[in-house]
């Protein structure tokens, strides 16, 4: 069984800080990896996506691939109020077709 | 604008009740899925779609559960006979990377 994990929060960053997220996955041949954000009640919303290991910059948005330790996470830089939203995390396993697992999120609230 | 419309928004039916739930692309693709959100749990993947036929199904996907393209464009999600446990968000999604329609909220009642 394929898995992915994430901290449910909700992780607390107050207003301009940096929002450090983890996730981590069960299968070391994982192809693809993805965050996304989804607003209470909303669709999720594709922020990044990476399939190499290091670091992958997009605005404010960071995400950090280890293949190795089999961990993929996402900074926020200068968090933004707008920013509160939950952050999931979703691997494409290499063995398991072309749908994403995703992980549970982490809930993010950024204080003013 | 969205990568997919969903309709409707909301749908509430009766336990045992059929359910068409609607997406329309809005340029063609060859990936579409269908995953389901159950309120405060994880995104679930159901149903993959590719070149207008079934790619990859999840166990979730049993007989009650069918999906169409009746005509070439828009996609059908069909639940045949609800039950309690249907009730979550639908959403819609285009390619591999999962962009996301805006979601089918189902609630069984």
């Known amino acids: 069984q394929k898995e992915v994990e994430q901290n449910s929060g909700p992780l607390s960053v107050p207003e301009g800080a940096i929002a450090s997220l983890n996730c981590t996955y069960s299968?070391?041949?994982?192809?693809?990896f993805f965050w996304y954000r989804q607003y209470s009640g909303k669709s999720p919303e594709l922020i990044m996506s990476?399939?190499?290991?290091g670091d992958k910059e997009d605005g404010r948005f960071t995400a950090q691939l280890n293949k190795a330790s089999q961990y993929v996470s996402l900074l926020i830089r200068d968090s933004q109020p707008s920013d509160s939203a939950t952050y999931l995390c979703?691997?494409?396993?290499?063995?398991?077709?072309?749908?994403?697992?995703f992980g549970g999120g982490t809930r993010v609230l950024v204080k003013p | 604008e969205p990568e997919v419309t969903q309709t409707p928004s909301h749908q509430v039916t009766q336990m045992g009740q059929e359910v068409i739930l609607r997406c329309v692309p809005i340029?063609?693709?060859?990936?579409f899925y269908w995953y389901r959100q159950i309120l405060g749990q994880k995104v679930e993947f159901l149903v993959s779609f590719y070149n207008n036929e079934i790619s990859e199904k999840s166990e979730i996907f049993d007989d009650q559960f069918s999906v169409e393209r009746p005509d070439g464009s828009n996609f059908t999600l069909k639940i045949r006979s609800t039950k309690l446990e249907d009730s979550a968000m639908y959403f819609c999604?285009?390619?591999?990377?999962?962009?996301f329609g805006q979601g089918t909220r189902l609630t069984v009642v």
């Open positions: 299968d070391r041949v994982s192809q693809s």
């Open positions: 999604a285009r390619a591999i990377e999962a962009f």
């Open positions: 979703a691997v494409k396993y290499l063995a398991a077709g072309n749908k994403l697992t």
């Open positions: 990476i399939y190499s290991n």
């Open positions: 340029s063609n693709h060859l990936y």
